[in-house]
């Protein structure tokens, strides 16, 4: 069409006939209009600056006007952040002449309460030298160490809601719920920079200036999950990706609980528990730094990769597949090895589930997260009514648990269990046909989940032996994951007797 109207057209001064606000399509879009003959050329100013385009950002025509040299497109921007908040100008030109129109864009709040500017203010420091972190790890080691066992007792069983668990009674009002309470009345906002909440001894202080935000990962109760590159992190690596939770609320007692989280997940280190890099505290929102495990977490992962999951893998073009046997396997005894690493600590998870687990590269799986993904999973919690917050996992939780908020190494193990199931169903959620108090009186009248049609009767004999209605008769953590690792190692034959 273009050619036809080329053919009669005659040349026409470039004019932008509209440049909007960016609406958010699968990525976002500036929408614009430009006409003009000879085409003019299309070019962008980001605040006043040549924009560089690429493959998050480019300019992308749309189509063009029947029987007109008038031609639609977008700046498409893929998961722009708050760094791409500005002013957009467009400038088109041709032989004739030049137009530009500009357009003031806001993707999202800045989650960092620290402007941009604050943010490139002085020097990256300098790595520190490998000696000096060596020696600082050993003294952290040993400080860790040493303080371990208070930790694991001020932090998991003093009945506290921490992210690594719940409440085992309902706390009384106003006794400190907790961490991420989103009833808690916000803080008012102290002035920039004024607030430095104590970084504990031992655990890794990361310089705000250091974190850059790529995009959103998720949400949880905690608050945002971002993909962010992280400087002067490892001493062998300039910069690296990382995930970064910023703390949705900070009222005293969240930041004190923020403080002691820390300490504890500085302690916790497992091949398969998700490694913590420290915490960032200046000013506002507190920061807590993980490792990108890029396949997110293991609930969304299954469902991903079950027999109705028909997309496309990435780049490839290629379906993937459902998980196979092997895979599963194999997936079940790292989260075993993890627990075994935590009961070796007396360390009692609480909210064991494939929801607060994480997968990355090459199907290495680890405990991720304690607790913190309510807001997005929040069916699978459950209000009890004494206090409207207490929210309880029931449908991972063993009688006594539900009975009596009682929480060891053995509730762990049943919820161990549950998630075995969760992974031979491809994420399903336990007792998905019953409403909560329909699950609550299965569970407490002692009715097991179905054996899942993909799950071999060995692996359904572990699911029942965490499921012993007797904590003392379940079988131990270790041992379980040693029957796992058998498993891996010679794959039962088994028959979909269903198709
Ligand atoms: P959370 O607040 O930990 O529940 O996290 C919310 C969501 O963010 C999770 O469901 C994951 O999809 C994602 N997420 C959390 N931590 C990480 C991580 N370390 N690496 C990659 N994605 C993560």
């Not at 006043?48 to 749309?62: D, F, N, Q, S």
């Not at 916790?268 to 993980?290: A, N």
């Not at 007396?346 to 990355?360: I, K, S």
Request: net charge neutral; glycine share 6%.
């Amino acid at each position: 069409p273009l050619a036809a109207a080329v053919a009669e057209q005659q040349p026409v001064p470039p004019v932008i006939l509209l440049l909007d606000t960016a609406i958010p399509r699968h990525s976002w879009c500036i929408p614009f209009s430009v006409d003009g003959f000879p085409v003019p050329s299309i070019r962008w100013l980001f605040n006043g600056t040549a924009l560089t385009e690429g493959p998050y950002i480019h300019t992308l025509i749309m189509e063009y006007e029947h029987n007109s040299t008038v031609l639609h497109g977008c700046l498409q921007l893929n998961r722009p952040t708050h760094v791409n908040n500005g002013n957009y100008t467009l400038v088109v030109h041709n032989a004739l002449g030049s137009a530009s129109r500009s357009v003031q864009v806001r993707f999202m709040d800045n989650p960092f309460s620290f402007s941009p500017e604050e943010d490139l203010v002085g020097p990256r420091p300098e790595p520190c030298p490998r000696c000096h972190q060596v020696s600082v790890a050993v003294a952290l080691a040993v400080f860790a160490c040493l303080s371990l066992s208070v930790l694991l007792i001020l932090l998991n069983k003093c009945g506290r809601r921490s992210k690594f668990g719940i409440n085992r009674e309902c706390p009384q009002p106003g006794s400190g719920w907790g961490l991420w309470s989103p009833s808690s009345p916000p803080r008012s906002r102290p002035s920039r920079g004024a607030l430095m909440v104590g970084v504990p001894p031992g655990v890794h202080h990361v310089q705000r200036r250091d974190i850059v935000l790529k995009w959103e990962l998720g949400e949880g109760a905690f608050g945002k999950v971002f993909l962010a590159e992280c400087y002067n992190l490892l001493p062998e690596q300039e910069k690296m990706l990382v995930a970064v939770k910023a703390l949705k609320e900070a009222t005293e007692s969240a930041r004190s609980d923020f403080q002691r989280e820390a300490e504890l997940l500085t302690v916790l280190q497992h091949e398969h528990i998700v490694k913590f890099y420290g915490v960032c505290t200046e000013g506002e929102p507190l920061i807590m730094v993980f490792e990108y495990m890029k396949h997110g977490d293991l609930n969304r992962f299954l469902r991903c990769h079950g027999p109705d999951a028909k997309i496309l893998e990435q780049g490839t073009g290629q379906p993937r597949g459902p998980l196979a046997l092997g895979h599963m396997l194999h997936i079940a005894t790292q989260i075993a090895s993890g627990m075994v690493y935590l009961a070796s600590l007396h360390f009692v998870h609480r909210d064991l589930a494939t929801r607060n687990c994480l997968v990355g590269h090459e199907l290495v799986v680890k405990i991720g997260d304690f607790g913190m993904s309510r807001d997005i999973y929040s069916t699978d919690y459950y209000r009890v009514s004494c206090h409207a917050q207490t929210m309880l996992p029931i449908r991972w939780m063993p009688p006594e648990s539900i009975l009596y908020r009682k929480f060891t190494t053995e509730s762990d193990i049943w919820s161990f269990g549950v998630v075995l199931w969760e992974i031979f169903t491809y994420g399903k959620q336990p007792w998905y046909q019953l409403s909560n108090s329909e699950a609550i009186e299965c569970i407490t009248q002692g009715r097991e989940l179905e054996r899942p049609r993909t799950c071999p009767s060995e692996v359904y004999a572990i699911m029942q032996s965490c499921w012993q209605r007797e904590p003392q008769q379940r079988q131990p953590i270790k041992e379980i994951h040693s029957r796992l690792q058998a498993l891996v190692k010679t794959p039962p034959v088994y028959l979909d007797i269903l198709g």
